[in-house]
């Protein structure tokens, strides 16, 4: 995958991941949070096997050494993100929850600094501040100042942890994206954490897929489908080529996904407040990623 390819990539799945954000909002409303974990990436897992077995055989092929590797990656970030994640959208509309998502980069940086062993620019230290601050604005926000305050920061708190697992996983997934293609990556990870969900959702009462209104159904499958196994795949693939924040950049499209959706699908109203803390997030992470794209892409080729 040429660079060219891999950053349109990246773009495309933080747009599905965006969307998804407003699908999940929905579903969540009547299938609980594990559950949907467990339908999300169960289909999506399944998707993935399917058009492997159909077209490329071969890249099911892994050394079995590298399986405990591709679980702890499945565990990451197909069990305890989704958890997080659906968790968090209970308690936080559509387009807070992009944004929060949207300090990925910030973390991924972080991480990948710290295994490079190499210093943040002080423009890039401006940038990350500024990010952060942006996060800082959103959780102070008259949602959280007002009735529901609690869940309000409870959901804010679940979705700062999902991101610092999408974080971990961007700096982990390229010691095996050497030698494996990303739907490959994408396909075991899935897999291997969508059985670590299967016990974590008997604690629900889940509705059967039966009784679920079309609606919901529907959420439920783009979730799987685009949201799943196509967004993940195309992620993964893209940091095979692109470093961890190259990649992760592009998370930034997805808070402008989810608050266009969640505004028009949703009626979601934006505060004012809302819109200073979106604009300093996203200002911040290209700052850090304008600064960091050229010296990052030497370091790992």
Known sequence: MKRGSASAAAAVAAILFGASVVAIRIAVRDVPPLTLALFRFAQGSLVLLIGLVAFRRDLLRIDRRDLPYLALLGVIFYTIFPITFNAGMQYVEASRGALVLATMPLWTIALARLVVRERLTPRQMAGVVLSIAGVAIVMIDRHALGEGARNSVKGDLLLITTALCGAIYNVLAKRVLGRYAGITVTFYAMAIGTLFLLPASFVEHAPSVAALSGETLAMVIFAGVFGGALAFSLWTSALGRLSPTEVSVYINLNPMAATLLGATVLHERLSIVFGVGFV???????????????REHELYE
């Open 280 to 294: 300093a997030v996203v200002a911040g992470v290209m700052i850090v990623n304008w600064t960091h794209g050229t």
